[in-house]
């Protein structure tokens, strides 16, 4: 009788303690991306061709010369094209001739340089590029990962079922497969899709809210269309991912023009997006330099409350989302918004002019237009907005400090993605101005 009891017990403390143990991994518990995550992948820079050790470890030590790493660029992620194959004990095997010395090593390697080492594999079959998958490998490819050092798994949707259940059941295999691995390992979901996001902080650290952005037409529509009604899914701990950023280098697999690179850079910190640098890292021009190094801009992204900034005004056009996403190139409109971010310590606004004409010619409505007139310049009046009576503005592309404004008129007339980020904070007195 003593003896059941005491069975019973244990059983009892046993299903609390199962119960528990599934309680902790219900959600993705790593801990990590508090704010987005910074660093570069491979996958707009070499695509397929040249993804190997040597190339991997000359990017980092340009990524330390350039001082990128100093300003929070940590992550080191090597995308599709760097397995070949299993090994009879089904192993993820790595290309002999690319990582002659194995993975294990280039994470040695990175590590030993304070950087982060990210892998990509496919929660199919095969990758995009058909390259091994992790379908039926979880657990053997979570622990291999982990073996190697691995900080960061991008998880692609290729050759995988499209619903959207059995999708979320193939990412809880991996997250819970990365959770049991004891490494905290940054879980990036890439399916591509807007109806990850109610869902994706429960399975992901990141998850790909749109397609591929390789041009400015897909800025427009496979970001920032898609995005810009999400802003309620990101937060510490997991954000909606828009992809990489481009830059203007040229020789890279894709590349943007310096204006449209730098407003990308801009909304992607407006959207709190992770800031994965896709540009020809051995030969970055100054000019991408300064825009990933600019630190006020950063701070944006990497505001601690991590709140995805949102629209609070545009005339660009609605767009029915429900369409096929993948519509490469759908032209970008004649348009404007002013994108808003609240920072622990104020606001950023940022002003896009995405239209190719001349603001002098763009029939723009604001705030307050004057009866019966287009103006020619973005107003944005600061009560009506943000319930101050002025603002403090600082304009984190000149580092100037603009004065206290009640209302902030400004001039895009360059067009074609031509932006101002400002940042307003409350001042210190009351003022009459
Ligand atoms: C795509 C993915 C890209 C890149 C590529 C590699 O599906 O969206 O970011 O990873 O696969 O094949």
Not at 130 to 157: H, I, M, N, V
Not at 392 to 405: C, E, P, S, V, Y
Request: glycine residues 10%.
């Amino acid at each position: 009788m003593v003896e059941l009891t005491r069975v019973a017990l244990n059983d009892t403390i046993k299903t609390v303690w199962l119960l528990s143990g599934v309680a902790t991994v219900i959600g993705l518990n790593n801990g990590l991306g508090q704010t987005p995550i910074m660093g570069y992948n491979t996958w707009n820079d070499f695509r397929c061709d040249n993804v190997s050790a040597a190339n991997i470890e000359k990017v980092a030590t340009a990524i330390i010369e350039l001082g990128l790493h100093r300003a929070g660029y940590r992550y080191v992620n090597i995308d599709d094209c760097w397995a070949v194959k299993r090994d009879a004990e089904g192993v993820i095997v790595e290309d002999a001739e690319a990582f002659p010395n194995g993975m294990k090593s280039v994470g040695d390697y990175l590590h030993a340089r304070g950087l982060k080492l990210g892998l990509y594999t496919d929660r199919g079959t095969a990758t995009c590029e058909g390259r091994p998958g992790s379908e039926g490998y979880e657990e053997l490819d979570a622990q291999t990962y982990a073996q190697w050092g691995a900080d960061y798994l991008k998880e692609d949707s290729c050759n995988a079922p499209s619903d959207h259940e059995a999708a979320f059941e193939q990412y809880r295999l991996m997250r819970d497969a990365l959770n049991r691995t004891g490494r905290p390992i940054y879980f990036a979901l890439c399916g591509w899709s807007s109806w990850y996001a109610p869902v994706g902080k429960g399975l992901a650290n990141s998850w790909r809210v749109g397609y591929d952005v390789n041009t400015w037409e897909n800025v427009w529509y496979n970001a920032i269309v898609v995005n810009e009604r999400l802003a309620q899914y990101a937060g510490p701990g997991g954000f909606n991912d828009v992809d990489a950023l481009i830059g203007s280098t040229p020789g890279g697999a894709v590349s943007l023009t310096t204006t449209q690179s730098r407003t990308q850079f801009s909304l992607w910190s407006m959207m709190s997006a992770p800031l994965i640098i896709g540009s020809n890292m051995l030969h970055l021009t100054t000019f991408d330099l300064e825009t990933y190094t600019n630190g006020e801009v950063v701070a944006v992204n990497q505001d601690p409350l991590g709140m995805q900034g949102t629209v609070v005004w545009q005339n660009c056009p609605s767009t029915d989302l429900s369409r096929d996403q993948s519509v490469e190139n759908a032209p970008v409109p004649n348009c404007q918004q002013i994108w808003a971010k609240k920072l622990f310590d104020g606001y950023a606004v940022m002003f896009v002019n995405f239209t190719s004409t001349s603001a002098a010619s763009a029939p723009w409505t604001t705030h307050r237009p004057p009866e019966g007139k287009a103006l020619e310049a973005l107003e944005l009046d600061v009560q009506a907005v943000f319930g101050w009576e002025a603002a403090n503005a600082r304009d984190l592309w000149t580092h100037m400090n603009l004065g206290i404004h009640r209302r902030l008129v400004v001039v895009l007339s360059g067009g074609n993605g031509e932006s101002k980020v400002l940042k307003l904070t409350k001042p210190a007195l009351e003022v009459k101005v």
